[in-house]
């Protein structure tokens, strides 16, 4: 009797197997059946055209191959290199919670503090169109054709911000520059050369060989692509110039140029992805994580805050109005997660973290450090994310940079505290340390605190600078996406540093003291700055008066330092032909 109930439980055992394994092998044949009853054979398919699960489904099972190859090396290549299922079984690790997939929140229920300003700031009429808002664009189009800049008005007269860029503050020229205040030294005969800029010479390119490098002019220099105009227009003294036209056509190519190659970026705590363009230029990629009206909640550390795509962008326009011009061009752009990463990519650990979410939105989470799990997925509406692409900087190998601690930095701990805030002569100390104590770097940390406290960015480890000029250089603004975080809250230990050592240029200053007054409103130029971005609006309206609020808070530190120590021993003149040391020197 024994006997026979154990062979019974076996052959009961080897039923549930076998049926496990058929339910399995179903699965793994539903999406390409379900192709297969929906489109004609050989048509190619859309992947934006078609509901989410049949656009993505089908698409894990099929190798890529290079643009142009035929079918059969593709497939061939597939095969090799590529695994060959991925199947909806990984729906199962998706998790439901609600802040694992803030990119697909509804914007259209936000409080009435958190109204788009742009419009408002600039006198849009009641029942005027808002400006446009990713979250109320249809989902399955690409986006629309560049916004134009604001028009005149009715008189004719030019733009708040053009008016600000024509100031006597704003044109201060720099001193002549050498051979050696240069960072590249361009001979204008020579031309450029795509293949020598691409890293594969296997690179994937359509149409004629170099038709996007054509000249233009008679000098060779008009036939290179923005971002290399861009490059070689870095000199000692600043990043771009003010008026470089190359400057608004590459942030136009950071919203429109095809993108031909996408990887992730290795480091870092968050998911960046390196995204190429089909003129060989390369951008940062930083997903939406956020929606614009949530604010960090006021328990997070400010090392544990997501990063925003929009404060990277806000950064760029913020930088440029106070006329520091050390950050690098950044622009908003909607991505197609299938036709822009997913079928571009190359990086089979990004391409493996690719599914499809119970709401039938395309997910993705990559690998870094803390937030790519699929709790932290990234998912569009249905596969359409938007995101800031900030242009790269010259390559390592070309230009090298040289990273500095930044002296006040913060203990990154939750208990521990940083030198800086205990001691009130940090400054002292800091000042008879190299390179502080003899070239301007001071100042030049001080006007990085200002534009930190504007943004409400506690985030600032570390800064970089271009080694070519040694210590009597600009430094880089890097990394802004902890900025923009908090509106309500105005953190006033990012000061510390202006507070503890009182030293300001007078070309700061004054900027600061021009962008108080009324008609040079800080918050009107940044709402003028951003409506220009593809995906405006950038920041609403509480953060853009957070701006004007802190402006005041930072001017009232100043006059708190001239009243203790001076004018002469606070105020650096940097405006005097006589004796003026230009920026970063």
Request: glycine residues 6%; hydrophobic residues 35%; charged residues 25%.
């Amino acid at each position: 009797m024994k006997m026979i109930l154990v062979r019974r439980f076996r052959v009961l055992i080897l039923m549930v197997f076998l049926v496990a394994c058929a339910l399995h092998i179903v699965l793994d044949l539903l999406p390409k059946l379900e192709r297969r009853a929906v489109r004609p054979s050989g048509e190619p398919g859309c992947s934006c055209a078609q509901p989410a699960v049949e656009a993505a489904a089908p698409g894990w099972a099929k190798a890529r191959g290079r643009p142009g190859e035929p079918p059969a090396a593709s497939s061939a290549a597939g095969d090799a290199g590529w695994p060959n299922k991925h199947t909806l079984r990984i729906l199962q690790d998706f998790s439901s919670d609600p802040s694992s997939n803030l990119t697909s929140h509804s914007l259209e229920k936000l409080p009435a503090a958190a109204e788009p300003a742009e419009g408002a700031l600039q006198g849009q009429e009641p029942g005027s169109p808002r400006p446009r808002d990713p979250a109320h664009r249809p989902l399955l189009r690409d986006p629309g054709p560049r916004r134009s800049a604001p028009p005149p008005g009715p008189s004719g007269e030019s733009s708040l911000l053009a008016r600000l860029f024509e100031h006597p503050l704003y044109q201060v020229s720099v001193p002549p520059l050498s051979e050696d205040d240069v960072l590249f030294n361009v001979n204008s005969d020579i031309r450029f050369n795509p293949k020598a800029a691409a890293e594969n010479p296997d690179w994937p390119r359509e149409g004629a060989e170099n038709e996007e490098f054509l000249p233009t002019g008679e000098v060779a220099v008009d036939s290179y692509p923005n971002w290399l105009k861009f490059h070689v227009g870095i000199n000692r003294y600043e990043l771009y110039s003010r008026h470089n036209p190359a400057i608004e056509a590459l942030l136009h190519d950071l919203g429109a140029q095809k993108i031909t190659s996408v990887a992730m970026k290795s480091g870092g705590t968050q998911l960046k992805l390196i995204m190429t363009f089909q003129n060989y230029g390369q951008a940062l990629f930083k997903p939406m994580k956020q929606t614009r009206e949530q604010e960090t909640p006021p328990d997070f550390f400010y090392f544990s805050d997501y990063e925003r795509h929009n404060a990277e962008i806000a950064a760029f326009h913020l930088d440029r109005i106070l006329d520091f011009r050390r950050v690098p061009p950044v622009a908003g752009r909607m991505v197609n997660m299938t036709k822009e990463i997913r079928d571009v990519t190359r990086d089979k650990k990004l391409w493996r973290t690719f599914f499809i979410s119970p709401a039938n939105n395309i997910c993705f989470y990559g690998e870094c450090s803390y937030y790519c799990s699929t709790e932290h997925a990234l998912c569009g509406k249905p596969d359409q994310i938007e995101g800031s692409l900030a242009a790269f900087l010259p390559d390592l190998s070309l230009a090298k940079r040289k990273t500095w601690r930044n002296p006040w930095r913060r203990s990154y701990h939750k208990r521990k505290k940083a030198e800086w805030e205990v001691d009130p002569d940090y400054c002292e100390e800091v000042k008879q340390t190299p390179p502080y104590d003899s070239s301007h770097r001071v100042l030049d940390i001080m006007d990085m605190t200002i534009f930190d406290f504007l943004m409400g960015n506690m985030d600032r480890h570390h800064y970089e600078t271009f080694e070519k000029f040694g210590n009597e250089t600009f430094i880089i603004h890097l990394d802004n996406g902890r900025g923009f975080g908090k509106y309500s809250h105005d953190e006033l230990s990012i000061l510390v540093p202006l507070q503890q050592c009182c030293r300001v240029r007078k070309s700061t200053y004054l900027r600061l003291q021009l962008l108080a007054k009324e008609e040079y409103r800080l918050s009107l130029m940044m709402a003028e700055s951003l409506h220009k971005d593809r995906v405006a609006p950038i920041l609403y309206r509480p953060h853009l008066e957070a701006l004007d609020r802190r402006l005041r808070i930072v001017l009232q530190a100043i006059r708190d330092c001239v009243e203790k120590d001076g004018p002469h021993s606070v105020v650096e003149d940097d405006l005097d032909p006589e004796h003026r040391v230009p920026p970063g020197r």
